[in-house]
């Protein structure tokens, strides 16, 4: 499969109809139909959002009968959250670096107060 065909989880996210629907099914599994009655869009639109989930492994698919039912595996967002997380550290150092700075020119200033009173 070529890098332009292969699907990540970080696509699988990007609609907000697909974010939708993993959080319809992380609890429980759901049939294709009931998916589709969450939203003002036709069945085959569902059915290529959850295609598209499929291939990134936030779904699996499982026929039961003459239904499919979908169920959301969402280990694959462990990959989001490692991404976010290196962000996360990096604003948490910058910030922290922000407190310090404003601690200094706080205590400066208090220093300045106390020499003017002198």
């Known amino acids: 499969m070529s890098i332009e065909a292969r699907r ?5 996210i990007a609609d907000p109809t697909r974010r939708q629907i993993i959080s319809l099914i992380a609890h429980k599994s759901m049939n294709l139909n009931s998916i589709a009655d969450n939203f003002n869009i036709s069945r ?4 290529q959002h959850i295609k598209i ?3 990134c492994g936030m779904v699996v698919v499982r026929q039961e009968g003459r239904e499919r039912f979908c169920e959301a595996k969402l280990d694959g967002l462990s990959e989001v959250s490692n991404w976010v997380d290196q962000y ?3 604003w948490n150092e ?3 670096s922000l407190g310090s700075y404003l601690e200094r020119i706080q205590v400066n200033n ?9």
Do not use: G
């Open 88 to 90: 996360k550290q990096f």
């Open 94 to 96: 910058k910030l922290d």
């Open 110 to 118: 208090q220093s300045n107060d106390v020499q003017n009173e002198n």
């Open 53 to 55: 989930l499929t291939e």
């Open 44 to 47: 085959p639109a569902i059915s």
């Open 8 to 12: 990540d989880v970080f696509q699988a």
